[in-house]
T-cell receptor, first 111, second 113 residues
Framework: TQLLEQSPQFLSIQEGENLTVYCNSS?????LQWYRQEPGEGPVLLVT?????EVKKLKRLTFQFGDARKDSSLHITAAQPGDTGLYLC???????????FGAGTQVVVTP | DTGVSQDPRHKITKRGQNVTFRCDPI?????LYWYRQTLGQGPEFLTY????????KSRLLSDRFSAERPKGSFSTLEIQRTEQGDSAMYLC???????????FGEGSWLTVV
């Protein structure tokens, strides 16, 4: 059972468009991480957010942690084909590295 | 630093056979984690080690699963009497202590036929 709900499950957009992926839970997390996973590979960490209300930017990616530390969002501006991948959010509940992952959002950016 | 290394990358086995996966973490990473990921799902936590001590095991880790990290370096995950439901990608990850980046390996795919 995934305690983190990600939406949408699948997103297909054209190059240059913006997109937002959501990660919601009824549980409070001490930190939340976003990963991107390519086919046949392990997840790669994009960002960790720790403080409620925190906003972090990584080039064209903007990550936000909800005030109550239960939800998060990932916004990509002017998406590029290289942004294609499975985006996973993961919450740390009680121990570093013991992560609860969402089911992921598959993003496809077409040229 | 070559990253987290997992072996084998792919394994096909018959139901009832035993399989063992090996994980070599990034050197000097004292924490090592095992996860399992099935198609269409995110990874699920199985267990983790700090040095050679196994500190926590998920309820997902049935009696047929055993993980070891005898010298605090590489780790093995053994599945005995495999079942079709064990088919998944088994991911290993490591970190240096807490609060630092967790690096995942490329995973070991298991198919039980």
């Amino acid at each position: 059972t995934q305690l983190l709900e990600q939406s949408p499950q699948f997103l297909s957009i054209q190059e240059g468009e913006n997109l937002t992926v959501y990660c919601n839970s009824s549980s409070v997390f001490s930190s939340l991480q976003w990963y991107r996973q390519e086919p046949g590979e392990g997840p790669v960490l994009l960002v960790t957010v720790v403080t409620g209300g925190e906003v972090k930017k990584l080039k064209r990616l903007t990550f936000q942690f909800g005030d109550a530390r239960k939800d998060s969002s990932l916004h990509i501006t002017a998406a590029q084909p290289g942004d294609t991948g499975l985006y996973l959010c993961a919450g740390e509940a009680d121990s570093w590295g013991k992560l609860q992952f969402g089911a992921g959002t598959q993003v496809v950016v077409t040229p | 630093d070559t990253g987290v290394s997992q072996d084998p990358r792919h394994k096909i086995t018959k139901r009832g056979q035993n399989v063992t996966f090996r994980c070599d973490p990034i050197s000097e990473h004292n924490r090592l984690y095992w996860y399992r990921q099935t198609l269409g799902q995110g990874p699920e936590f199985l267990t983790y080690f700090q040095n050679e001590a196994q500190l926590e095991k998920s309820r997902l880790l049935s009696d047929r699963f055993s993980a070891e990290r005898p010298k605090g370096s590489f780790s093995t995950l053994e599945i005995q009497r495999t079942e079709q439901g064990d088919s998944a990608m088994y991911l290993c990850a490591s970190s240096y202590g807490t609060g630092n980046t967790i690096y995942f390996g490329e995973g070991s795919w298991l198919t039980v036929v």
